[in-house]
């Protein structure tokens, strides 16, 4: 790919930018987490925290050891779901999915609930015999709603994790990492439905057998612990250990924090996710649709604008923003003609050698 380092125009941006908001920042405060007096992570345990926008790594440990995720499983189960069904349509209980193993919210035969009063049993109070329900309704069978999760995973990029079931009750073949989740994390809050329903704290849905209703409190205390958490969900079993998938949102910056396998998991998830928040700060470094280079067409003396197509908003240390620069990487060859929208390239963020975001970038105008 052809290079081109811009180094004093994006420095430029960003200090007009700077000058706008800097009196509105307090400084950050950096913490060791890894030798943190409450708490020492460990081989057993994995954690990590992520920007949900960039899903940029801000903080991590362990993150890509293979680990039992227990009813955090149900992140991918529900989003699956939302993807796939109706959230309106009615949903008849089998006794083949009813008296599942561990928590529930005791779904009875013949009794009837809309695709989304399930999800907010599967995700305010863990219900297995919802996750078996609403994988059954979807796919058919547990096994084939499992592949509907694997390549949904894969999608998101999550690539060192296996699903054999909705709910995650223990099966060796059933395991993640806390880098995936965080990814499967990422997309799911970005979906206006499934946030909807893991940042209820309760509701009420039917119970039509018995012509009354369920009263569900959600099992995340985080909701109330944490100003701006949004979700996301708890779990555990012996094997996975205590489990922790939380969102917060403040000043700008959208975050997810993992913790596998870690017995105090409220407050580490409360203490990495406060440390990420106090260390960086979100800049809109360039807007979609704005002229970021102009590239030379092969073969003429032509010139034609590209862009973005989405803003790029980073999260950024004082240390990073002061020395942020982008270089842009063009294909090989670009020749006419050239569609709108045709994909030529990526920008790269840097900040002192170390490659912080990619984005792709597109042309702006037609070129016959």
Request: glycine share 4%; with cysteine.
């Amino acid at each position: 790919m052809k290079h081109k380092t811009l180094k004093l125009s994006i420095i430029c941006i960003l200090n007009v930018i700077l000058a706008t908001i800097m009196p509105h920042i307090t400084s950050a405060k950096a913490i060791n987490l890894q030798n943190s007096v409450e708490y020492r992570a460990n081989d057993y345990s994995s954690e990590i925290v992520m920007d949900v926008n960039t899903n940029r790594v801000l903080y991590s440990n362990n993150a890509n050891a293979k680990k039992y995720m227990a009813s955090t499983t149900k992140i991918l189960t529900a989003l699956c779901i939302i993807e796939n069904c109706d959230l309106n349509e009615n949903v008849k209980i089998s006794k083949n999915t009813i008296g599942i193993e561990g928590s529930s919210i005791y779904l009875e035969e013949g009794e009837v609930l809309s695709v989304k009063d399930l999800l907010y049993g599967l995700m305010l109070r863990s219900g297995n015999d919802c996750a078996e329900t609403l994988a059954v309704h979807c796919c058919g069978s547990v096994e084939k709603f499992a592949k509907l999760m694997n390549n949904r995973a894969r999608e998101i990029g999550a690539k060192s994790s296996n699903f054999v079931n909705p709910h995650g009750l223990h099966d060796d073949n059933h395991y993640t990492t806390a880098y995936d989740l965080a990814l499967i994390s990422s997309e799911a809050i970005k979906n206006a439905d499934f946030k909807d329903i893991c940042s209820t704290k309760s509701v009420d849905i039917p119970f039509t057998t018995q012509n009354s209703k369920r009263h569900l409190v959600n099992k995340n205390k985080m909701l109330n612990k944490m100003d701006g958490c949004t979700g996301i969900k708890t779990g555990f079993t012996k094997k996975a250990g205590r489990c922790l998938v939380t969102s917060c949102e403040r000043n700008g910056l959208e975050l997810v924090s993992v913790v596998l396998n870690c017995g105090p998991m409220w407050e580490r998830s409360t203490s990495i996710l406060q440390n990420a928040f106090e260390s960086y700060h979100s800049y809109n470094v360039v807007k979609k649709d704005e002229i970021i280079d102009f590239v030379k067409i092969n073969g003429t003396n032509e010139e034609i604008p590209v862009t973005v197509k989405n803003d790029v908003i980073l999260p950024l240390t004082n240390t990073e923003k002061s020395t942020l620069i982008f270089e842009i990487e063009y294909i090989e060859e670009i020749k006419k003609p050239l569609s709108k929208d045709t994909e030529i390239g990526l920008i790269k963020f840097y900040s002192k050698n170390n490659l912080i975001f990619s984005e792709k970038i597109y042309t702006i105008l037609n070129v016959d």
